[in-house]
């Protein structure tokens, strides 16, 4: 990829994260703040519309309002409903024993749980998030685990077949990880059927599922099933969500924690 590609790909991944919090920007403003021309603004649009992460309309662009937008880097993502995660992280990590082996999956609400480690004592963590690694060894009060695989620099995580022969021999208490999209009638959701297959690898060396999400990723949908929401055990969440989506949650057998 060479630097132009690159810069152009930030861009683009920021202008998908601008749409997604406002909802609806034009060409003029978008070029506004990326201070580039007309034309650029209008090629990353087209780039985005047919990677369906977007939709373009007359003068500008707006969110999709039932898919999943593309992922962004988790380094613009850690930013995104901050508090929320915060709680999130709080909670899920007050479900969490001395003692226990946990895997965390990357992503930033996990990153924000692995954050609220640090008073618990003898973990056996497994991750495949750099940051997470680095976040528990700063922590310097458990074993942690790192994954083997190529690493993904925007999400700064690995990877690949390495990861998947390295879980077949692993077996956890808990598996925390956090969802692209979910919703009632599909469930969890993911980018790509390679990163649903990842995480259905995941959940399979756990005892206990919690799923860690913000509630602006409800009855939103990405490409990929991973699994329908009867195979998790326990969901934490914002107080955002609506009362309808967390008791069919709740009618679907799996434990709701909203903080």
Do not use: C, W
Request: charged share 25%; proline share 2%.
């Amino acid at each position: 990829m060479t630097h132009m590609d690159y810069v152009s790909l930030e861009r683009q991944n920021h202008i998908v994260q601008l749409v997604s919090e406002r909802g609806r920007l034009s060409v003029p403003e978008l070029s506004e703040i990326f201070d580039v021309s007309d034309a650029t603004i209008r090629r990353d649009l087209a780039t985005l519309a047919a990677q369906n992460a977007v939709q373009r309309v007359h003068g500008g662009v707006m969110r999709l309002q039932s898919v999943a937008t593309r992922e962004t880097p988790i380094v613009v993502r850690q930013k995104s409903h901050s508090a929320e995660k915060a709680r999130i992280g709080q909670a899920a990590a007050g479900l969490i024993k001395d003692g226990e082996t946990l895997l965390i999956s990357g992503g930033s609400t996990g990153l924000a749980v692995a954050r609220h480690l640090g008073q618990h004592h003898d973990l056996t963590i497994v991750t495949d998030s750099l940051l997470v690694a680095v976040e528990l060894l700063q922590q310097e009060r458990h074993k942690v685990i790192m994954l083997g695989g190529t690493i993904d620099p925007e999400e700064q995580a690995v990877r690949g077949t390495l990861s998947r022969a390295v879980l077949a021999q692993l077996q956890v208490d808990k598996v925390i990880i956090g969802a692209k999209g979910i919703s009632v009638q599909r469930g969890l959701s993911a980018e790509t059927p390679e990163e649903a297959e990842l995480f259905r690898a995941y959940m399979a060396i756990g005892d206990h599922v919690i799923v860690v999400t913000d509630s602006s990723k409800f009855e939103q949908s990405a490409l990929a099933q991973v699994t329908p929401l009867e195979t998790i055990h326990t969901l934490v969440s914002d107080t955002s969500l609506d009362d309808e989506t967390a008791e069919h949650i709740r009618e679907r057998g799996v434990y709701l924690l909203l903080v």
